[in-house]
């Protein structure tokens, strides 16, 4: 008999080839969400993925950080016996110990049709015994605990608990992305919704010091490192970007000033995405949200960019992005108070609608690889995770 957590993924489309992909990527993030937690081993089986705990582990622990792990979407803390009745039945005795339940209900899966008895009978045995043992009362309708039995060809497992995993897919498998995270709310969110994709996040911020002061810089290295805890190690690219918006500032008309900012930084932000092989830019904008995401805006940035420019809050309000920042943890450190270089030489009312021939024109007189060659001289690579 041994105690160990038993968890399922989501298994919609995978197949052949694809579901080995997928699953030896999810059993290296458990190993990497795992490390500290004292666990002994992680086994991938054809229909799940164990985590062994051995002596030293830490139960609580390795439950809280399974419940981070992208791609997973059940797990439990089971005990594995032999697929026999008398060691069903002795397991789920112990598993019960402990747990003060006044009613209870047997719930039996057999993947093994050979076994000799039937789901129900193995249920109504099961739950004659515990009630026995435990006085507890049979509840088919509100049980206080549910006892799992689920029964393969070689081992059966029983659980008394089910923890929903986070869903999505193992960061990994869906390719990689440069996200370009800001300090702010949205940047981190949208972030967050790709990993849990299954893209890696790698990250590109451009900063105005000394316009705007060092702990905006912490404070997005900060948020990067929140997202490590599902996106695991990372860089993220810090792009000094004061000069370029003071040589902007001198020679093209305030109104279009962020989005002039805004199509620089996607320039640059291509070039260190084609150095990184990521595939598509990601940004936390959505839909007039503020007067650079309107259609119109979204349009002249997005006609400078080679690769695609990915937007997983384009439809989403404020506070949705609001709820989902407090539960991915980045709230917190995103609601500091911070200068984003957004906002640096920006007259109160932007260009709403602003023509791409417009932008275009008041580009025209800048020099414009030299100053993303410049940009992309002075960026400096940081680690997070
Ligand atoms: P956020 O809450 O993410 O800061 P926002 O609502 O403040 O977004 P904008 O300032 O218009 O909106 O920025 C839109 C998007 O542009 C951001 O979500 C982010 O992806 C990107 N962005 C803005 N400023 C920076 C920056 N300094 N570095 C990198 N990306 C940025
Ligand atoms: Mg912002």
């Known amino acids: 008999m041994e105690e160990l957590f038993s968890i399922h993924y989501a298994e919609v489309g995978l197949k052949g080839k694809n579901r080995i992909f997928f699953e030896k990527r999810l059993a290296k993030n458990i190993k990497i969400a795992l490390r500290g937690t004292g666990y002994a081993e992680v086994e991938r089986l054809h229909d799940r993925i164990l985590v062994h705990l051995g002596q ?10 399974l419940r981070q792990v992208m791609g997973i979407a059940h797990f439990e803390l089971s005990c594995r016996t032999e697929a026999d009745i008398t060691s069903i039945k002795a397991a789920a005795l112990q598993q019960l110990q402990g747990c003060s339940c006044e009613s209870l209900k047997v719930e039996t899966k057999r993947a093994d049709k050979t076994f000799p008895l039937t789901s129900p009978q193995v249920s109504a045995e099961v739950g004659g015994y515990l009630i026995k043992e435990t006085g507890a009362r049979a509840d088919m309708h509100n049980p206080d605990v549910i006892c799992w039995v689920k029964i393969t060809h070689n081992a059966a497992y029983i659980s008394t608990e089910k923890n929903q995993g986070i869903g999505g897919l193992p960061v990994g498998v869906s390719g990689k992305v440069l996200v370009m995270l800001s300090g702010g709310i949205d940047s981190p969110v949208a972030a967050w919704q790709m990993i849990k994709r299954g893209a890696k996040a790698v990250f590109i911020h451009f900063y105005s010091y000394p316009y705007t002061d060092k702990a905006s810089l912490e404070k997005v290295i900060e948020i990067a490192e929140v997202l490590a805890v599902s996106n695991y190690r990372s860089a993220i690219y810090l792009v000094p970007f004061a000069d370029l918006q003071q040589t902007i500032v001198a020679a093209t008309p305030a109104p279009f000033r962020v989005l002039l900012y805004r199509r620089m930084m996607t320039r640059i932000a291509q070039r260190v995405a084609a150095s990184v092989a990521a595939e598509a830019l990601v940004t936390g904008e959505s839909l007039a949200q503020v007067a650079s995401q309107t259609l119109t805006n979204l349009r002249t940035i997005e006609a400078i ?23 991915i943890g980045t709230y917190d450190v995103s609601t500091r108070p911070h200068q984003d270089c957004c906002s640096l030489f920006v007259p109160k009312h932007p260009a709403t609608r602003a023509s791409l021939a417009a932008l275009e024109d008041a580009e025209s007189g800048l020099d414009v690889d030299a100053l993303v060659e ?12």
């Open 56 to 65: 030293h582990a830490n139960v609580a622990d390795v439950r809280q950080c």
């Open 374 to 385: 410049n940009a992309l001289n002075n960026l400096e690579k940081t680690v997070v995770g």
């Open 305 to 327: 960019a080679e690769i695609p420019i990915l937007r997983p809050l384009i439809g989403e309000d404020k506070a949705e992005i609001i709820q989902k920042a407090q539960r």
